[in-house]
């Protein structure tokens, strides 16, 4: 089982609709929580964090699920720059040091 | 802005040839990190350093191996290239907190590898 999963998409969603996704960890001991954003042929850039109580930053709506270990991520009103592969991000405590887990990416594509 | 740059966007070599890749960032960042990401397996870490001389291996260290003499410099060596070490390099920095890498990282541009 990956430690991050991510459904691939594609996601496709009509300009000014909502669209929402999960990722999935295994480890119970994770604490830190990210989505990524990586543009086609583009470095990943960070889109924001995701914390406990959950967080909004615009039209984008982040959710943290302990207890079924999953984060979930919602896009409102998709812009056709919202197009892009969202990548989730969790800390894997290993001895002293944290390492970033990346999942696969889920594409979404918004269309006028 | 925090600037990361990598040598080459492109490079093509043969089987067995040594390869640098090489990583500068211009933010005083202490971690650095160096990834490939391949179809369907995203990211995966093969080497990070957090500090100057100092390294940790990844995931995927095998067939890798790193440099850091300097602050800003992060090199990426493969000692004898595979075929199988085609993807696309990615190097990260980020800064330092709590003792922690859980801070936001910087990528540069990634460096697509065909190693024929």
């Known amino acids: 089982r990956k430690e991050v999963e991510q459904d691939p998409g594609p996601f496709n969603v009509p300009e000014g609709a909502t669209v929402a996704f999960n990722c999935t960890y295994s480890n119970s001991a994770s604490q830190s929580f990210f989505w990524y954003r990586q543009d086609c042929r583009k470095e990943p850039k960070l889109l924001m964090s995701?914390?406990?109580s959950g967080n909004e930053d615009g039209r984008f709506t982040a959710q943290l699920n302990r207890a079924s270990q999953y984060i979930s991520l919602l896009i409102r009103d998709s812009k056709l720059s919202d197009s892009a592969t969202y990548l989730c991000?969790?800390?894997?405590?290993?001895?002293?040091?944290?390492?970033?887990?990346f999942g696969a990416g889920t594409q979404v594509v918004v269309t006028p | 802005d925090v600037k990361v740059t990598q040598s080459s966007r492109y490079l093509v070599k043969r089987t067995g040839e040594k390869v640098f890749l090489e990583c500068v960032q211009d933010m005083d960042h202490e971690n650095m990190f160096w990834y490939r990401q391949d179809p369907g397996l995203g990211l995966r870490l093969i080497y990070f350093s957090y500090d100057v001389k100092m390294k940790e291996k990844g995931d995927i260290p095998e067939g890798y191996s790193v440099s850091r003499e300097k602050k800003e410099r992060f090199s990426l060596i493969l000692e004898s290239a595979s075929t199988n070490q085609t993807s696309m390099y990615l190097c990260?920095?980020?800064?330092?907190?709590?003792?922690?890498?859980?801070?936001?990282?910087?990528f540069g541009p990634g460096t697509r590898l065909t190693v024929l």
């Open positions: 990260a920095s980020s800064s330092r907190g709590g003792g922690q890498l859980y801070n936001e990282q910087f």
């Open positions: 995701v914390y406990s």
């Open positions: 991000v969790v800390n894997r405590p290993v001895g002293g040091w944290g390492k970033l887990q």
